[in-house]
């Protein structure tokens, strides 16, 4: 089932049984940690005492299936970098949720083999302008040609992908 169909029965579903209020999709942050310090994130100073923490794989399916929500943002930091998060795509998947995967791509084409392409996945990949502004904003020189040779590999993989831009006021 595809999403719009797969959102349109939820919706339909809580209207039914007379919700007004009901969560549609849960931002999942299994880690804070992340390589890079980017512009407009804020998380690596924000959360600079909980880096090293992640959640459990169990808990994290656990939260999705407690809340409900049929799309699930798997965010955090830089879920590249949580150890189970294949097993957490997979898991979600097998819950029969639409799973997107927000990342910078950097890591992409060393951690594609933890994934299966499936029609319920999506790679998010930040792409926040080209080359000079993306770098910039992602304090980091190259991070736009690691995200596009990252965004390659997955569409060569046969993943379904989409990318994701920040307009700053200083861009």
């Keep these: 089932i595809g999403l719009h169909l797969k959102l349109s029965a939820y919706l339909l579903r809580n209207k039914l049984a ?18 890079l310090r980017c512009y407009g ?14 959640l459990p794989l169990e808990r994290c399916l656990a939260a999705a299936e407690e809340c409900g929500a049929p799309v699930v943002s798997i965010c ?13 795509v997979a898991g979600l998947l097998r819950q029969g949720r639409q799973a997107f995967c927000c990342t910078h791509g950097g890591f992409l084409p060393d951690v594609l083999h933890k994934f299966r392409p499936d029609p319920a996945f999506t790679f998010n990949v930040s792409l926040d302008g080209l080359a000079e502004t993306h770098d910039r904003t992602h304090a980091k020189q ?11 590999a997955a569409k060569q993989a046969g993943f379904r992908e989409v990318t994701n831009t920040t307009i700053f006021t200083e861009t």
């Excluded at 190259?142 to 390659?152: H, P």
């Design 18 to 35: 007379g919700r007004t209020r009901f969560p549609l999709v849960l931002m999942l942050e299994p880690t804070h940690n992340c390589n």
């Design 41 to 54: 994130c804020g998380k690596v100073r924000e959360y600079l005492k909980t880096l090293k923490e992640v």
């Design 76 to 88: 955090g930091g830089e879920p590249t970098m949580y150890a189970p998060i294949g097993e957490l």
């Design 142 to 152: 190259g991070t736009f040609d690691l995200a596009l040779r990252g965004l390659r």
